[in-house]
């Protein structure tokens, strides 16, 4: 299984502020890996210089084996607001990464239609985000960041803002989802129920400046339903995170 990005011995400071403090983590191919802190970490900003937004002060970002640092075009980069063009329908929103690559307009919206179906979004193609709820917006924003790159994508709390209801069945749909496409995927949560459902592997990262305290490979079996949160194994592996961020 090869790796899809190495993070090797990152640190940033802002201003003289310690954000990263000599942070490497792997992310392997068709795998979703977790990364859990407390807010105000360096978490968002650790995902900013993966994606080649903000470079490091020292350290370095391979992505399949290329040094990336400081690049931009790679990976996909979903934020948690889903950053949908309201005055854009679904369609164009979702089609606009194909469009920004070079593809004429009908050819750009002709491949993202494809996903429709599958994304759970067919019938409201010509749609505007005011007019859906907020999980079929994440859907939107989702597909929209998956024809950006269909590989590796970087997920920063994109379930963060939703109802509790919602978000449990976006979690469900986003493992059938991952299962389906054999993404590989870096996904940010503050909740540790969340990380442990999804994930093959979670980095629990320390307060301010931002260190890796923690690896876990989390072995219970795929594909999850609801009931392994009451599983003594689910049980095991939160206490265990609960206790490295003193909670």
Request: hydrophobic letters at 40%; charged letters at 30%.
């Amino acid at each position: 299984m090869k790796n899809k990005i190495e993070v090797n011995e990152i640190k940033k400071s802002y201003n003289g502020l310690d954000t990263i403090e000599n942070i490497s983590l792997t992310l392997k191919e068709n795998r979703i890996v977790s990364i859990i802190g407390p807010s105000g970490c360096g978490k968002t900003t650790l995902f900013e210089i993966i994606s080649g937004l903000d470079r490091p002060d020292r350290g370095s970002v391979f992505i399949d084996g290329t040094d990336y640092t400081g690049r931009t075009g790679r990976v996909s980069y979903m934020r948690q607001k889903d950053l949908l063009f309201p005055w854009l329908t679904i369609l164009d929103n979702v089609s606009l990464p194909v469009l920004l690559k070079g593809e004429e307009k009908e050819s750009a919206r002709k491949k993202a239609l494809e996903f429709f179906d599958v994304f759970g979004l067919k019938g409201f193609e010509n749609y505007y985000p005011s007019q859906l709820s907020g999980g079929m917006k994440q859907r939107a924003a989702f597909l929209r960041s998956y024809m950006f790159s269909d590989d590796i994508m970087l997920l920063d709390e994109p379930f963060g803002g939703l109802d509790a209801i919602t978000r449990r069945k976006m979690q469900l749909w986003l493992q059938e989802l991952i299962n389906k496409f054999q993404s590989s995927i870096l996904f940010i949560t503050h909740s540790v129920d969340e990380a442990i459902f999804l994930s093959d592997e979670i980095y629990v990262l320390s307060k301010r400046p931002a260190k890796v305290i923690e690896v876990l490979e989390i072995k219970l079996k795929k594909p999850r339903d609801i009931s392994v949160f009451s599983s003594a194994g689910f049980i095991k592996i939160k206490e265990e995170i609960l206790s490295k961020l003193n909670i």
